[in-house]
């Protein structure tokens, strides 16, 4: 069974840094694209960013591009996403998702991440 576990967030000031992580089990890591999503209060679901199985390319929404950095450990099973010079705007809850083959089929169950001063 596909178990996604995201940690790391929490309260950050403007300008901050946090680092998210999502611990994968039920299935062989290394062989899947995986990508962050947000939701933030009361807004859609948008895109953050994703990285290949190989890791050998990463993409990122623009409103993240530069500030944002995903990446992972096949090793450890394990999906990361550096975050700095947060913004209020970078509030909302953070979800490890699994491209899987017919589509994005594995969620976890959310960090919250809140920015205020």
């Known amino acids: 069974q596909v178990h996604l576990v995201e940690s790391g967030g929490g309260l950050a000031q403007p300008g901050g840094s946090l680092r998210l992580s999502c611990a994968a089990s039920g299935f062989t890591f290394s062989t899947y694209t995986m990508t962050w999503a947000r939701q933030a209060p009361g807004k859609g679901l948008e895109w953050v960013c994703g990285i290949y199985s190989d890791g050998s390319k990463t993409y990122y929404a623009d409103s993240v591009k530069g500030r944002f950095t995903i990446s992972r450990d096949d090793a450890k099973s394990t999906l990361y996403l550096q975050m700095n010079n947060l913004k209020h705007e970078d509030t909302a809850l953070y979800y490890c998702?699994?491209?899987?083959?017919?589509?994005?089929?594995?969620w976890g169950q959310g960090t919250l991440v809140t920015v205020s001063s």
């Open positions: 998702v699994r491209d899987g083959a017919y589509g994005y089929d594995s």
